[in-house]
């Protein structure tokens, strides 16, 4: 039997004081329960989550998705509706998504139960390119464009690009496709981005996160990442996080 904390700071999750302040604030559970005593102790038979998430007891797995429009970044949905998991019905491990897309959005998207793999390239500063088609209403001009660069301010919250161009323009149906990169992964953070431009996004795809993308797949396609690909990433997000 060891100690709560000791366990969530050995899985790599967060350093042992971080893990007691996440007990406390109840962000822990054991099989199910949630717990905010810090002396408590359990065993590897023990199931335990934090913020939902399992820590790794099993071996680690990594997969691509390609994931569809209309469908849940979720392990599990209470409305029953269709969530990322459910196409990769053959994996028994408990594999969770790495970060989330939108409903409405399609494309790249990592899932593996290895917890430190999935905090490191979340980290804030880890500057993972994440590459974006977005189709927009209305067509932005190149100033504003470039305001996707300096950051714009949506709901009080400063979001930015690292890069943003128009690939194409249709002036029948007043629509444009804009390549968007961006290193942070914050909620809905393209749709608000161009909604405080005043251009509507109507469709969004995620077409590659670091150096993967989805050569060759179509939506709801799955394959494991290559062993040289998770360790790409895991250097990506290495070099990055300071």
Do not use: C, W
Request: net charge positive; glycine share 8%.
């Amino acid at each position: 039997m060891e100690r709560l904390q000791k366990v969530i700071a050995h899985a790599g999750v967060a350093s042992r004081r971080k893990a007691e302040q996440m007990i406390t604030e109840g962000k822990v559970t054991v099989n199910g329960e949630t717990v905010t005593e810090l002396g408590t102790k359990v065993s590897s038979n023990d199931d335990v989550e934090v913020n939902g998430i399992p820590i790794d007891k099993e071996e680690p797995v990594y997969y691509l998705l390609y994931k569809p429009r209309g469908v849940i970044s979720s392990v599990k949905d209470d409305k029953g509706r269709k969530v990322v998991t459910d196409f990769l019905p053959e994996v028994k491990e408990r594999i969770f998504p790495i970060g989330r897309l939108d409903y409405d959005t399609s494309g790249v998207l990592l899932l593996t139960n290895d917890g430190e793999f999935a905090n490191q390239l979340m980290h804030p500063s880890h500057e993972v390119d994440k590459v974006y088609v977005v189709k927009t209403k209305g067509i932005p001009t190149s100033d504003q464009i470039k305001k996707l660069k300096k950051g714009v301010t949506a709901d009080g919250e400063y979001l930015k690009a690292v890069h943003a161009k128009v690939m194409s323009t249709d002036g029948k149906k007043n629509t444009a496709i804009v390549q968007v990169i961006l290193h942070e992964g914050k909620n809905r953070q393209v749709r608000r981005m161009f909604d405080a431009l005043g251009f509507p996004v109507d469709k969004l795809k995620r077409e590659r996160y670091g150096m993967i993308d989805l050569h060759g797949m179509n939506a709801g396609d799955s394959r494991p990442l290559k062993p040289h690909e998770v360790k790409q990433l895991r250097k990506l997000a290495e070099e990055n996080v300071e």
